[in-house]
């Protein structure tokens, strides 16, 4: 990271601006995606390469049958939460099995360069002489953000009416290769990085980008997100049938319910940017080869907050716990609100690993470290889980939203109810935060929970993990304090999330 600071600002000396603005933009995308991919080939090679993707595009296709990623769990949740009553103080431990283990914080560590680690470079703007030959301009709102993309007016282009064909697409995979795309990728990144986007924030971009530049031609704006991909140096595919065309994309997490095509031991799933539900593909043409130098595979983690337009929703929650009477406010960013909702249904991993955004945070942890401070681990548990398990009307995400639907921190406070998954990611975000203590997240067969490791020898039902002892804590037990298990759980085995 310190060699990456370095590398911007020799990129923004002097010596940049003796150049011409498309040789400087090339060199910048070209470094930017030596720390994205850690890969690097000279500007001929790329042009030869690119030369070579068309030629073999027309006869790189095939018909591939797709598959379709199962639910996470086919037990079903109550219809209300278990509550504890008239419980007997702990007198003993008990330890509970684990399946699996799904380590986040290795992968983490090795992590290549995000989008998101932009932020650090403030990328110039367009030079007057380049917006110059760029004819055409969309412009949309972007979270709140209004954005303005020039581009070449070469990018224009249809795929409505008639059938798709290998030819046609081809065709307009080359206009778009002839026309201004260095401008356009690098005002993409641009934006990108002045929003402190992940890759799923990247995705949304583009595509609202395509629908402004192809307005109602979907096609077309599948095409160009594959080209925009493609450049970014993201592995993608493309298929299509007589009228439709689909993006194809491997992920770093599964998509429930989503079709995807297996290649070798990863997955393509049918990416779905427009939140549409038609998109259960059986069988279709897929082009088969990739665009050359894309090492990079579509990751929805969201490691750093986003920067999205403040459009604060002002939510007061309130519960009693030992004869009195708790009320905490909270501003929620309805742009970051309407952001998650675009999501697809991926592991449980992301919300748990999602930082809370600093409006939110702001207004909430102080009020609770200040109640907090001075009081033991046990009791400051006990006062977090009685928050998480009483504050928030319980109603299972099919009778809210007619689906499974796992929600991140803020959709939490946002919307009128939530679940135990829910519950276990303010959880474990609350105990990370506040007390600064480790806590990882446990899946059970139709249920989540959470378990703490304390710092000191602590009695209740608890979880081995790497040689340490962490004790349950489940925050949609309704009452129930550290240490105590759901019954409908206690002899199954946990698949344990490690972040």
């Known amino acids: 990271m310190k060699n ?35 890969t690097s080939k000279n500007a001929l090679y790329k042009k030869a390469s690119t030369q070579l993707f068309s030629e073999k595009m027309k006869q790189g296709w095939s018909t591939h049958f797709f598959q379709q990623e199962g639910l996470p769990s086919s037990r079903a949740k109550p219809t209300s939460p278990f509550q504890l009553s008239g419980a007997k103080a702990l007198n003993k431990s008990t330890k509970l099995a684990v399946a699996t283990t799904t380590n986040l914080s290795s992968s983490f560590l090795n992590a290549q360069l995000s989008l998101a680690e932009l932020s650090l470079l403030s990328l110039p703007s367009l030079p007057e002489k380049m917006l110059q030959k760029l004819n055409m301009q969309a412009s949309y709102n972007f979270y709140g953000k209004s954005v303005l993309i020039n581009y070449d007016g070469a990018f224009r282009f249809s795929l409505k009416g008639g059938s798709l064909t290998k030819s046609r697409i081809i065709e307009k995979w080359r206009q778009m290769e002839n026309a201004q795309h260095t401008a356009i990728r690098y005002q993409l990144m641009q934006q990108s990085s002045s929003l ?62 989503a079709s995807y095509l297996r290649e070798g031991s990863r997955k393509y799933y049918v990416l779905d940017l427009n939140r549409n539900k038609q998109l259960n593909l ?14 990079k595979i579509l990751d929805f983690r969201i490691k750093y907050p986003m920067r999205l337009k403040s459009s604060p929703v002002l939510k007061t929650y309130s519960f009693k716990y030992a004869g009195k ?33 600093r409006m939110s945070e702001q207004t909430l942890i102080p009020s609770l470290r200040k109640i907090l401070y001075g009081k033991s681990e046990e009791a400051s548990i006990n006062f977090l889980l009685r928050f998480v398990q009483t504050a928030f009307p319980y109603k299972r995400d099919l009778e809210q939203f007619g689906k499974e639907n796992y929600l991140f921190l803020e959709e939490t406070f946002y919307y009128p109810y939530s679940d135990c998954e829910d519950r276990s990611v303010l959880f474990a975000y609350l105990v ?56 409908d759980v206690a002899n199954k085995k946990a698949r344990i999330i490690d972040f």
């Open 4 to 38: 990456y600071g370095i590398l911007c600002l020799l990129l923004l000396s002097g010596n940049m601006f003796a150049q011409s603005w498309e040789t400087q933009a090339l060199q910048l995308l070209d470094q930017l995606e030596i720390q994205m991919l850690g």
């Open 196 to 257: 402190n986007l992940n890759d799923w924030g990247f995705c949304q971009l583009v595509n609202t980008t395509a629908k402004q530049i192809y307005p109602g031609d979907q096609n077309a704006q599948t095409l160009f997100n594959f080209f925009c991909f493609s450049k970014a140096g993201y592995k993608a595919k493309i298929s299509y049938n007589a009228r439709s065309l689909f993006l194809l994309m491997p992920t770093k997490q599964r998509l429930y319910g």
């Open 282 to 295: 059986r069988q279709a043409q897929v082009l088969d080869i990739s665009y050359p130098n894309t090492e």
């Open 325 to 357: 009477t708790y009320r905490f406010p909270i501003k929620i960013n309805k742009n970051l609100v309407d952001f998650y909702r675009t999501y697809p249904f991926t592991d449980l991993d992301i919300m748990l690993s999602a930082p809370m955004s």
């Open 432 to 487: 990370r935060k506040v007390l600064k203590l480790d806590v990882i997240g446990l899946i059970f067969p139709g249920h989540a929970a959470t378990a703490v490791r304390f710092s000191r020898p602590t009695k209740g039902t608890y979880i081995a993990h790497k040689g340490k002892k962490y004790i349950i804590c489940d925050p949609s037990y309704i009452n129930a304090e550290y240490g105590r298990v759901l019954p």
